[in-house]
DNA sequence: TTGTATGCGTTATCAA
DNA sequence: TTGATAACGCATACAA
């Protein structure tokens, strides 16, 4: 049987204070580091903390600082996307890395069911953060609006079309699939595609629009696969109906480099040689570009400087300052490598 | 110029008591749905509630009640491990939707530098949640001695050697790679290798023991190759480096599906044919093993049902029972498909 | 059924 | 430089 210590109830200031003979107040002091306390009282209350093995409750302090020093990190995914992106695992590392230089504790929630938005809705309202990075909300979300009631300091990563009065970072998604689909067009393909995900966001249709943009007249319609998410199967599905609507498609944008995985893989399937037959191109450029064979050109997305961008915005919110409601664009520049 | 509405004060249970003449104690009362309360009462309340727009503030609920109805879900990877091994997805899915079915928010905290580590701690220490669930914890970790002094309910995902009072949950990873690698003998290999990730962890090296275990006098060193993460490239420069100590390999054990993934490339690079030149088996089941061509024969780690059990775990801790100490254990059994 | 009063652990103000 | 003491917002025992 286990040595049952049972667990002291958690020391208190007023332990500290009663141990080393002196005020609560003066402990306090002491424990935020400030002046005004002479040596030999600093000397003792650091003796009786560890001798009672104080720890300041964080609930007490950010009852009376009105502030928690928490930024809540919401992810809105459907699993398969949560567990599949590689840009979202580079956003937050970014972010926390952003946060914690300014001794902020970054808690990610994520967000799966009904159940879970009210029970963040709750957590948010509570005063356990200060402000709030989202990815990925969706249209017409209900945290957005409450958000925006509360007024919780917030930034999004990527704008969803109805987000209005919030600040957010992103790229530009349209210009950069013009960019890398121009670039496509010019090694002098002549049936050109798109493999399309995720066309119910904001990302995904300007991605597509980017891809119109840069065809004008060649645009057919007949050439674009919808397809639902950002994944490795979407990309082989995709690109399979592609290749049976024309078989002699010479060209594919395919708008997340997981989806142009895929993709190459359809495409190997049905003995297509790459780039020699067809050129791929990708979007992301996520570990997933340096998989394939050969490895692809595609869009260079700064996930974990969005995820910095994101915590700076926050944190200036957080001092006062105003937002930059027009969004905060960064670059993402056209990374070309041998698969076109 | 945006409509500059100055964000207001939050309302508070004295607000709601004053908008509806009643007592704060009766207030308090409704919110958290109480009897002995008049229907006239309660009806002037709900709506007094909602027009000053009140919201309970969980910082002083936790204070007097004495606990945060917040579990914390601790991460500590290097960065490659977290964004791209996909079992951490699934524990952190599998987790948040048993604590979200007891109404617990589940935070996760990232934990990436030496300032985290501190940061974390005192997260921890302040009463921000009530337990924690701790994956992929390092031997001689200060987190792990921190949830020990502290008597803080806890359950880890794995466990590091020297763990020793903290329930845990996991796999038998020794008896799962035993059996795949007997398995992989039945197929007639006659110089079967392993590419040996993360050695330094013990599901690494109790992976490697159960092939030792499975290959008995047949076990050469020299067909082993220790690579340092369970990823995409470890496989890759793993699998290279064996072809080149031993061409006539047939056989190959890759402790983790995104190795194997990797190791595939390799083969393929190499022209050997999978599976009839070489067989090769992987281990997790995860959303790699159905991307390689032909499909993985791999171990199936339950990732959800773990992030559940350990999320039980806790929950049950937290009503009072005393943890499983001996570890809790859930089945990986074989899949077999054929890439061996 | 309702109101009053006290305490949860801190910080901050004000005298001393 | 230090010590009282009053908040912070809520829950609850006790009285009414």
Do not use: C
């Amino acid at each position: 049987m286990p040595t049952d210590l049972p667990r002291r109830k958690r020391a208190t200031i007023h332990d500290v204070a009663v141990e080393s003979g002196v005020s609560r107040g003066t402990v306090s002091r002491v424990v935020n580091g400030e002046k005004y306390v002479s040596a030999e009282a600093r000397i003792a209350i650091e003796a009786a903390i560890i001798k009672v093995g104080y720890v300041p409750n964080s609930a007490a302090r950010s009852l009376v600082l009105q502030r928690s020093l928490a930024i809540g990190f919401l992810v809105h995914e459907p699993h398969s996307l949560f567990v599949e992106d590689p840009n979202i695992g580079n956003i937050l590392l970014g972010a926390n890395q952003t946060l914690s230089l300014a001794d902020y504790q970054m808690v990610s929630l994520i967000i799966d069911t009904e159940r879970d938005t009210e029970r963040v809705a709750r957590y948010l309202s509570g005063g356990f953060v200060d402000g709030v990075i989202v990815v990925s909300a969706r249209e017409n979300d209900p945290l957005t609006r409450l958000i925006e009631r509360l007024g919780l300091p917030a930034t999004f990563v990527g704008h969803p079309p109805d987000l209005r009065q919030l600040p957010f970072v992103g790229i530009n998604n349209r210009g950069s699939a013009r960019a890398i689909t121009n670039q496509l067009v010019a090694t002098g393909r002549k049936r050109i595609g798109m493999v399309a995900p995720a066309m119910d966001r904001d990302s995904g249709s300007d991605r597509m629009a980017g891809f119109r943009d840069a065809l004008g007249d060649r645009f057919d319609p007949a050439l674009v696969a919808s397809v639902p998410f950002y994944s490795f199967s979407s990309g082989l599905a995709g690109m399979r109906e592609l290749l049976q609507r024309d078989p002699l498609i010479d060209g594919v944008f395919a708008a997340a480099d997981s989806v142009a995985a895929g993709a190459v893989e359809a495409l190997r399937e049905a003995g297509r040689r790459i780039p020699e037959d067809v050129g791929i191109v990708g979007f992301d450029d996520s570990s997933w570009a340096l998989r394939t064979q050969p490895p692809l050109s595609t869009v260079h997305q700064p996930a974990t400087e969005l995820g910095e961008a994101a915590a700076r915005s926050v944190l200036s919110q957080l001092r006062g300052e105003e937002p930059n409601l027009a969004g905060i664009i960064l670059d993402s520049p056209v990374v070309w490598r041998a698969s076109a």
